[in-house]
Nanobody, 127 residues
Framework: QVQLVESGGGLVQAGGSLRLSCAASGRTFSNYAMGWFRQAPGKERESVAAIIWSGRSTYYADSVKGRFTISRDNAKNTGYLQMNSLKPEDTAVYYC????????????????????WGKGTLVTVSS
């Protein structure tokens, strides 16, 4: 079992920045790929970014490329999502997850391989 706790969400104006953290405990964090996903009110969950266990490869949804940066510090059992140039459409509950990274044929980060999930942190971007 891996327990994940997200933090860093909040209210920010459009154009602002937030840094989300995902603290892991339990099994070895470095064994797993990590992903960030989000779900806006009334919408389906979507993938945001993912990073392999070593941190050497990262993947992003087109909607956040160039604005968001995923990273991890395995020594601290913590993952991060730096979000810059935030837009109102980024408003959502953000979830971190760890497991096996699966990239679909269309280049999307699949949640299917993620075995463990946090409870989420709310990000609200005002216009």
């Amino acid at each position: 079992q891996v327990q994940l706790v997200e933090s860093g969400g909040g209210l920010v104006q459009a154009g602002g920045s937030l840094r989300l953290s995902c603290a892991a405990s339990g099994r070895t964090f470095s064994n797993y790929a990590m992903g960030w996903f989000r779900q806006a009110p009334g919408k389906e969950r979507e993938s945001v970014a993912a990073i392999i266990w070593s941190g050497r490869s990262t993947y992003y949804a087109d909607s956040v490329k160039g604005r968001f940066t995923i990273s991890r510090d395995n020594a601290k059992n913590t993952g991060y999502l730096q979000m810059n140039s935030l837009k109102p459409e980024d408003t959502a509950v953000y979830y971190c997850a760890v497991g096996t990274l699966i990239i679909t044929s269309t280049g999307l980060i699949s949640p299917r391989g993620m075995n463990y999930w946090g409870k989420g942190t709310l990000v609200t971007v005002s216009s």
